[in-house]
């Protein structure tokens, strides 16, 4: 009986029962430790996302139809993304013109998508100068000519200024072991786009 055991071999059974209750609890404190760590990352690429989004579309709206200013909208978007986000988890850079008819999307086939492939590519700014940029051509439906411009005098079909959306597509990378332990496959997180739109309003 419990009773009759050494007072010693008893005391030592509280040490024993704790051991099972810290193991108990550990475990959900370093999921929840880790998940806040995850989503903190998460949460970070999201922002460095929208604001190279927000950055690159007052680039675009500065320089109007001024030749180059998509590779001024690149270099910026390159340079906006930093750690812990990172500019090689960039999927694709889309500046359209913007259908005001409806909640912001691209008229069709107004399109200039740019596909991240982390080379080193020419592109000439509006100033004339050469620069690399780790992005290739795709789609190239809105060419900087055919962007109304009406604040610098340039004749446009449409007969208004144009607004220009920017849309970033960034693939997130889990940092932490977390979303394995419950289920999530390991590698490629969620896929986020962050998207702004803005009148051209550049420069004289």
Sequence with gaps: MRLLEHPLRRRR?????????????IIPFI???????????????????????????QVAATYGNTTGADCAVLQRVDGDINAPANPALIVSVDIFLVNTATNGSPVSGKENIWTYDGGSHACVMPDGTTIQVPFVPGATG??????????????????????LGVKITYQYQWMTPFPKLIGFVAGNGPQLTQTTVMRLEPIR
């Design 31 to 57: 999921l929840v430790f880790a998940s806040l760590i995850e989503f903190s990352f998460l949460f970070t690429a999201w922002g460095s996302v929208g604001y190279a989004s927000h950055d690159a579309a």
């Design 13 to 25: 059974n509280p040490r024993g029962q704790a051991l099972v209750e810290f193991s108990l609890i």
């Design 142 to 163: 809105y060419p900087t000519s055919d962007r109304c411009n009406v604040n610098q005098g340039v004749g446009c079909s449409r007969g208004t200024v144009d607004t």
